[in-house]
């Protein structure tokens, strides 16, 4: 018997969660490579524990998802691939601290996106494929957060790698930074 639309849409959608869980593993892979490069860091060795825990409870997340699905579903090989490229980057001597936080949100980037797109798929796929991908807005709600934070931490890598010294953190700077935010936007308004 041929396999329906439906069934189709179902496959696709668990392919995606599998590439998920995969890269939710690099994730957590990649935090623990990454301990004890900040470990002189409270701040940035603290939010990186704490990331390590959320991403764990998110890989259990995950894989109670797929497992709705079939556990025989696999991630494609291009992300396998992608995933190995990435270990050894991480793991190499090729990028700066700098580089290898910068890559870590690229791939919570790609994990968040993959998550929302898996969740718009699943309301027009069907009522038990959106029951069943339920959980995993929770995954993406904390996923998003941690691009956020991820943010501030390159802040701070990035300015020590380039300048020795840590960025400037106070109210003044913060201001400077919105304005040149907003002078940015306005030059790109008034340009086109």
């Known amino acids: 018997m041929p396999a329906t639309l439906d069934d189709t849409k179902r496959i696709a959608i668990a392919t995606e969660i599998a590439d998920i869980k995969a890269l939710q593993q690099l994730l957590i892979d990649n935090e623990q490579k990454l301990l004890p490069a900040v470990s ?6 603290d939010r990186l524990n704490d990331f390590l825990k959320d991403d ?7 894989e109670d998802i797929l497992g709705k699905f079939g556990n025989s579903v ?15 980057l991480i793991e190499g001597s090729e990028l700066t601290l700098y580089q290898k936080f910068s890559a870590h949100e690229r791939i919570k ?11 718009k798929a699943s309301q027009i ?16 709600f904390r996923n ?24 400037d953190q106070s109210i ?21």
């Open 144 to 167: 998003r957060a941690h691009q956020e934070q991820l943010k501030a931490v390159l802040e701070v890598l990035g300015t020590r790698e380039l300048t020795g010294q840590d960025p």
């Open 109 to 119: 980037h790609q994990v968040f996106t993959t998550g929302l797109v898996v969740h």
């Open 172 to 192: 003044w700077a913060r201001t400077q930074d919105a304005v040149a935010a907003l002078r940015g936007a306005f030059d790109g308004l008034t340009n086109n």
């Open 74 to 88: 696999q991630p494609r090989d291009n992300i396998q691939q992608y995933i190995e490229q990435a270990k050894r």
């Open 40 to 45: 002189n860091d409270k701040e940035i060795s």
């Open 56 to 62: 764990q409870q998110n890989l259990s997340v995950i």
């Open 125 to 140: 796929t069907g009522d038990d494929v959106k029951e069943a991908i339920g959980p995993l807005n929770q995954v993406n």
